[in-house]
């Protein structure tokens, strides 16, 4: 039994994945991690000129750009006659997945809540995300 467990013990720190540094232990040595992606002013100044608005999003609340749609609205069949998606908005009432469907075009470019998203005609699953 003791044997097996050794055994079992050498194949699993076998198994282990190689460090993202090459193995190399030396910090000196190890290449430098990647920029970390700025945020706050240059994020809300770039969804400015996109001509949006840094807004609270999902249930974590992280601002994230919102762009509002022109074709807000419109009657679709599919996302490509859509600025953003083709969705039914009322889940209460929308069409089982596969059934033909007519959607609206989205208001806005956030992705958070609970839709259906209608292409080719035909609804898709309702999703909510949050």
Sequence with gaps: MKRLMMAAALFAAACQPMPADGGKTDLAEAAPAAPVAQTGADDAAACSARGGKMLPQGR??????????????????????????????????????????????????????????????KAEATICVD
């Design 60 to 121: 974590m609340q992280t601002m994230r750009c919102v762009v509002s749609y022109t074709d807000a609205g419109n009657r679709c069949t599919d996302g490509d006659e859509c600025q953003g998606d083709c969705r039914v908005e009322d889940v209460a009432n929308a069409p089982q997945a596969g059934a033909a469907a007519v959607g609206q075009c989205q208001a806005t470019s956030s992705r958070f809540g609970c839709y259906t998203t209608v292409e080719d005609g």
